[in-house]
Nanobody
Framework: QVQLVESGGGLVQAGGSLRLSCAAS????????MGWFRQAPGKERDFVSA????????YYADTVKGRFTISKDNAKNTVYLQMNSLKPEDTAVYYC????????????????WGQGTQVTVSS
């Protein structure tokens, strides 16, 4: 069984920064692609970013490229999402995910989800 626990969400003004963390447990985590999705009210859950199990490859949605940075600490089984230059349209529930990178390299196939953490960006 894999458990993903997110933290770090909150309220921030436009232009500000937040760092999300996802603590993972389970025997398959060290070899899984880890990533983040987000879901705004009334909208679908969208891919945000992912990182390969080695940390050597990272992927970003066009909407966050250049503003968000994904990283991981394998010793701590933790994935981070550093979010800078936040915009009101970044407001959403952010979900940690474990799975594999899709062949399109534009989303993930997800086997496990975290419970989500709210990020609210005020204008």
């Amino acid at each position: 069984q894999v458990q993903l626990v997110e933290s770090g969400g909150g309220l921030v003004q436009a232009g500000g920064s937040l760092r999300l963390s996802c603590a993972a447990s389970g025997r398959t985590v060290s070899t899984a692609t880890m990533g983040w999705f987000r879901q705004a009210p009334g909208k679908e859950r969208d891919f945000v970013s992912a990182i390969s199990w080695s940390g050597g490859n990272t992927y970003y949605a066009d909407t966050v490229k250049g503003r968000f940075t994904i990283s991981k600490d394998n010793a701590k089984n933790t994935v981070y999402l550093q979010m800078n230059s936040l915009k009101p349209e970044d407001t959403a529930v952010y979900y940690c995910a474990a799975g594999y990178m899709a062949s399109t390299r534009q989303t993930m196939g997800v086997a496990y989800w975290g419970q989500g953490t709210q990020v609210t960006v005020s204008s």
